[in-house]
C-alpha cells in the first residue's frame, strides 16, 4: 500500500515557478514509477511528467517542467517554470507498478491533489 501527499501548490503569476512535492509512505515505493497528472475544471485529467529510469513529459510542459525523485526521502518532485495561465489545474501525483504510462489506468495509488493557479 502507498499512500501520496501532494504539497507545494498556490498562486503564482504568469513567467514564475512553484515546485511541487509529493511525499510517499511505503517501504518500497522506490520501485515505482510516478507520475504527474493535472486536472483543470471542466476538463479530463492530463498527464503532465512521469519518472521511471529517466523523465517522460506531455508536449506542453516539455521544457519548462522538471520531475525528480529523491529515493531515500520518499518524494517525487515537479519543478514548474515559465509558468502559464493554462497551466492552472490541481495537480495529483500518482504511482504504479507497471512500466510508466500517459495512462491514469495505469497508475494504482493516487494523492489528493494541489491547487496550481497561474494568474496572466
Known amino acids: 500500500q502507498v499512500q501520496l501527499v501532494e504539497s507545494g501548490g498556490g498562486l503564482v503569476q504568469a513567467g514564475g515557478s512553484l515546485r511541487l512535492s509529493c511525499a510517499a509512505s511505503?517501504?518500497?515505493?522506490?520501485?515505482?514509477?510516478v507520475g504527474w497528472f493535472r486536472q483543470a475544471p471542466g476538463k479530463e485529467r492530463e498527464f503532465v511528467a512521469a519518472?521511471?529510469?529517466?523523465?517522460y513529459y506531455s508536449d506542453s510542459v516539455k521544457g519548462r517542467f522538471t520531475i525528480s525523485r529523491d529515493n531515500p526521502k520518499n518524494t517525487v518532485y515537479l519543478q514548474m517554470n515559465s509558468l502559464k495561465p493554462e497551466d492552472t489545474a490541481v495537480y495529483y501525483c500518482?504511482?504504479?507498478?507497471?512500466?510508466?504510462?500517459?495512462?491514469?489506468?495505469?497508475?494504482?495509488?493516487w494523492g489528493q491533489g494541489t491547487q496550481v493557479t497561474v494568474s496572466s
Open positions: 519518472i521511471s529510469r529517466f523523465g
Open positions: 511505503g517501504r518500497t515505493f522506490n520501485t515505482y514509477n
Open positions: 500518482a504511482a504504479g507498478s507497471t512500466a510508466w504510462s500517459t495512462s491514469k489506468s495505469q497508475y494504482q495509488y
